[in-house]
């Protein structure tokens, strides 16, 4: 059973601030406008994730914080209810991104650090790193260029070992997570 407890306007409709719980379990503290949640608010839900910042028309829109059950984290923009704009998601492994997001995909300039201590800076695309960057290994080496579905190569590269050994030029199906490569 839902219920409400708060300010309502005079169509008895929800309006300023209140606190309502949803039948499915969901708690929702924060403001009201003509039954919409709208400016700032908190979400709670039953799986133990929540949600705290900007609502627009019972969406999550403006700036918040959307901490998800297995760890994972995310802080930044939000329109219509995805990550939207700037924003940065921790990962239950350790990983972190900071960057753009579209419609809650990495997409635009981000930076990416695994737990491993790998790091890429350059263009997403969906979620894929996509267009110009610079992934940096543990062991020293470094590869700067292009990359197309999280894979090096498709275009032009440099490519720098940790003993200062590098190649230059184009890079065909390099694959990320290895050191293996072909060259043209």
Same mark, same amino acid.
């Given at each position: 059973?839902?219920?409400?407890?708060?300010?309502?306007?005079?169509?008895?409709?929800?309006?300023?601030?209140?606190?309502?719980?949803?039948?499915?379990?969901?708690?929702?503290?924060?403001?009201?406008?003509?039954?919409?949640?709208?400016?700032?608010?908190?979400?709670?839900?039953?799986?133990?994730?929540?949600?705290?910042?900007?609502?627009?028309?019972?969406?999550?829109?403006?700036?918040?914080?959307?901490?998800?059950?297995?760890?994972?984290? &995310?802080?930044?923009?939000?329109?219509?209810?995805?990550? $939207?704009?700037?924003?940065?998601?921790?990962?239950?492994?350790?990983?972190? &991104?900071?960057?753009?997001?579209?419609?809650?995909?990495?997409?635009?300039?981000?930076?990416?650090?695994?737990?491993?201590?790998?790091?890429?800076?350059?263009?997403?695309?969906?979620?894929?790193?996509?267009?110009?960057?610079?992934?940096? &290994?543990?062991?020293?080496? $470094?590869?700067?260029?292009?990359?197309?579905?999280?894979?090096?190569?498709?275009?032009?590269?440099?490519?720098?070992?940790?003993?200062? $050994?590098? &190649?230059?030029?184009?890079?065909?199906?390099?694959?990320?997570?290895?050191?293996?490569?072909?060259?043209?």
């Amino acid at each position: 059973m839902s219920y409400y407890v708060g300010s309502r306007n005079e169509q008895n409709q929800k309006h300023g601030y209140g606190k309502y719980m949803f039948e499915t379990g969901e708690l929702y503290v924060g403001n009201w406008v003509n039954d919409q949640q709208f400016g700032e608010g908190e979400m709670y839900y039953p799986s133990g994730s929540w949600y705290k910042g900007s609502f627009k028309n019972d969406l999550r829109d403006g700036k918040g914080k959307y901490h998800w059950n297995d760890g994972k984290e &995310y802080d930044g923009d939000w329109l219509r209810g995805n990550q $939207h704009g700037e924003g940065s998601m921790i990962y239950p492994s350790g990983d972190k &991104y900071v960057g753009s997001w579209v419609n809650a995909n990495r997409n635009g300039y981000g930076y990416y650090v695994w737990g491993d201590l790998r790091t890429y800076s350059g263009t997403w695309v969906e979620g894929k790193q996509t267009g110009f960057g610079t992934m940096t &290994y543990p062991s020293g080496a $470094h590869y700067t260029g292009s990359w197309k579905d999280s894979l090096r190569g498709g275009g032009n590269g440099i490519y720098t070992w940790p003993e200062g $050994h590098t &190649y230059s030029g184009r890079l065909i199906h390099l694959l990320t997570y290895s050191l293996t490569y072909s060259l043209i």
